[in-house]
């Protein structure tokens, strides 16, 4: 997986400029070793490298979403629970309706997760 594509990807879904780009690093590069971890071909084609670089952009942009604090309304470590702003909530849905459809795009050449779990830092 080519991770400056993934990048290139994610900068264009978050709207951020380069300058902003590095502040989210380290959740590309999971995202990347995420979608690596269930796809389950060793042989792709050039679609198929397409389409898992584009689910690691958009399974980023979904813990963006989630993450970005300066948007974060509340959040509770009891029960592991952030709740964006109202302005966010689009933003949030936004992103889990992408990350359906790409997920639906890869179902044959990914082992698709009935959980995803996410381990967020504030």
Not at 78 to 91: E, T
Request: charged share 20%; proline share 2%; hydrophobic share 45%.
């Amino acid at each position: 997986m080519n991770i400056a594509n993934v990048t290139e990807r994610f900068a264009l879904l978050s709207g951020l400029d380069n300058s902003e780009i590095s502040k989210w690093n380290l959740i590309i590069d999971d995202a990347c070793t995420f979608v690596s971890s269930i796809t389950l071909s060793v042989s792709l084609s050039e679609l198929d490298k397409i389409n898992l670089e584009n689910l690691a952009a958009i399974y980023a942009y979904r813990f963006f979403c989630l993450c970005d604090s300066n948007n974060l309304k509340s959040f509770s470590a009891g029960d592991i629970r952030l709740v964006p702003s109202a302005d966010k909530l689009g933003k949030s849905a936004k992103a889990d309706n992408l990350l359906a459809k790409q997920l639906a795009i890869c179902s044959d050449i990914i082992d698709n997760p009935d959980f995803l779990f996410g381990v967020v830092t504030l």
